[in-house]
């Protein structure tokens, strides 16, 4: 089993930035992809970055390409997300996830553990 804990969720006005972290316990994450994904009220879950096992294989979907950027540390078994130039329609719950498998993937099914969220609101 693995756990997944989110942090660095928060109010912020748009064009502001936030760090998302997302620490893993109960197994090393250093053989799996990883991912963030965000959902809306009303939308469905949408990746917003995805990296495979060894750093590669990084992903971003147009609405965030050249303002997010994933990374991780297998070392402290913690992925992250820094997200700059903050829109108001960033505003969602960020997930992070791990797939059991080193290939990333963008579709949320494809994901096996997820963490329990972290809201951004991002203000205009």
């Known amino acids: 089993q693995v756990q997944l804990v989110e942090s660095g969720g928060g109010l912020v006005q748009a064009g502001g930035s936030l760090r998302l972290s997302c620490a893993a316990s109960g197994r090393s994450i250093s053989s799996y992809a990883l991912g963030w994904f965000r959902q809306a009220p009303g939308k469905e879950r949408e990746f917003v970055g995805i990296?495979?096992?060894?750093?590669?294989?990084?992903y971003y979907p147009d609405s965030v390409k050249g303002r997010f950027t994933i990374s991780r540390d297998n070392a402290k078994n913690t992925m992250y997300l820094q997200m700059n130039s903050l829109k108001p329609e960033d505003t969602a719950i960020y997930y992070c996830?791990?797939?059991?498998?080193?290939?990333?993937?963008?579709?949320?099914?494809?994901?096996?553990?997820w963490g329990q969220g972290t809201q951004v609101t991002v203000s205009s």
């Open positions: 990296i495979n096992w060894s750093g590669g294989g990084i």
């Open positions: 996830a791990l797939r059991t498998s080193p290939h990333s993937s963008s579709r949320f099914m494809d994901y096996d553990y």
